[in-house]
């Protein structure tokens, strides 16, 4: 039988690393259900002297349909799933404050890292759906940002303002530099439940 660490006290599902089987069921009704083979990436979790945590493993965002996340964090920006494990039972419930709710949680990665990842979760049998959220094309109090680098600034540009992402900003350089023949720039805009995403692309020295 596939082994699954279920001990949630470690971070919202950062000890999901069930390998693709048929579902687990732990002694307290939880059951994991893996949707993809697991694809965790070498390393480990280091923590630096000094510090009370470690680098952040990843940002979590709950979204109102994954399947229209995916088609931009996968599809479009590329970003390839760790796991993807669809959860019922107690414990999911314990460490989400709900109850009776189910979760499918989906981690991707831009390479091979342990660190600077991305989750995105989709509750089930939630009766409080959201209404769809406002696409503005500013930046509001209470926003936040997911960032990545990015050497493809223009063409991922054009490839989200093709697939319909309100555009909050084009590439544009934030500061003048004198020493770049090339200036760093960045570009923002809004995923399918109004999270912003900032690309940055860095430049190029004289």
Request: hydrophobic share 45%; proline share 9%; no cysteine.
């Amino acid at each position: 039988m596939p082994k699954a660490f279920l001990n949630l006290g470690g971070g919202l599902l950062i000890a999901a690393q069930v390998v693709f089987g048929p579902p687990v069921v732990a002694q307290d009704n939880t059951v994991v259900t893996p949707l993809l083979p697991m694809n965790r990436p070498p390393g480990e979790t280091v923590f630096q002297d000094g510090m009370n945590v470690a680098p952040l493993a990843r940002a979590t965002i709950f979204v109102r349909d994954i399947e229209e996340s995916l088609k931009l964090y996968r599809d479009i920006l590329g970003l390839k799933p760790m796991f993807d494990n669809y959860w019922k039972g107690s414990g999911i419930n314990a460490i989400m404050g709900t109850d009776g709710l189910e979760l499918r949680a989906t981690v991707l990665m831009a390479g091979a890292s342990v660190q600077g990842n991305l989750g995105i979760y989709q509750l089930h049998n939630d009766e409080t759906m959201p209404a769809a959220p406002q696409q503005t094309s500013d930046t509001r109090t209470g926003d936040f940002a997911i960032v990545f680098p990015t050497n493809d600034i223009y063409r991922l540009t054009a490839e989200i303002e093709a697939s319909g992402y309100p555009i909050v900003s084009p590439p544009v350089p934030l500061i003048q530099r004198d020493e770049y023949a090339e200036q760093p720039v960045e570009m923002m805009f809004r995923d399918p439940d109004g999270v912003l995403v900032n690309l940055v692309q860095a430049g190029v020295l004289k």
